[in-house]
């Protein structure tokens, strides 16, 4: 026995969203976003506040890997880059020390700071954080070593 589909029907008026309820979910959605996204911006600073002081204890562990090689720190014209290109004229160099120059970059983007020790002190790797100058708080912090 066969039996016949019947066409589909004209779809009436429920088939679709009417525009109230779409402007209704778009709010919602708007409502979500401004909550939630000014968190998101500070987990984001926060995040790279704690990169940077990653990264700081990893040149400085990188740092201590030249002196024993080297026999002293890199001077302060020299840089951190002798963590990652050969100074003219040291053989006792094992380098490179950091795998990329892209290491040497806080991030946000600026170079670290770097001073050589003087008397007894140590050496300072240093990032003035999100506003690039001394001081601050929160995002703005400068992290050294």
Not at 103 to 115: F, I, K, S, T
């Amino acid at each position: 026995m066969m039996r016949f589909v019947k066409p589909l029907q004209k779809m009436g008026r429920k088939a679709g969203a009417t525009i109230l309820e779409v402007l209704i979910v778009l709010s919602i959605i708007a409502l979500i976003a401004a909550v939630v996204g000014p968190r998101l911006v500070g987990y984001l600073g926060r995040a790279k506040t704690e990169t940077a002081e990653l990264q700081v204890k990893n040149l400085a562990e990188a740092v201590q890997l030249f002196y024993i090689d080297m026999g002293r720190y890199p001077t302060t014209s020299e840089g951190l880059g002798v963590l990652v290109h050969s100074p003219a004229g040291e053989a006792a160099w094992q380098g490179p020390y950091m795998p990329t120059e892209e290491a040497l970059v806080d991030p946000w983007g600026r170079d670290y700071l770097y001073e050589e020790p003087s008397g007894q002190g140590s050496f300072k790797i240093q990032s003035q954080g999100r506003d690039g100058t001394r001081g601050g708080t929160g995002e703005d912090t400068d992290v050294a070593f």
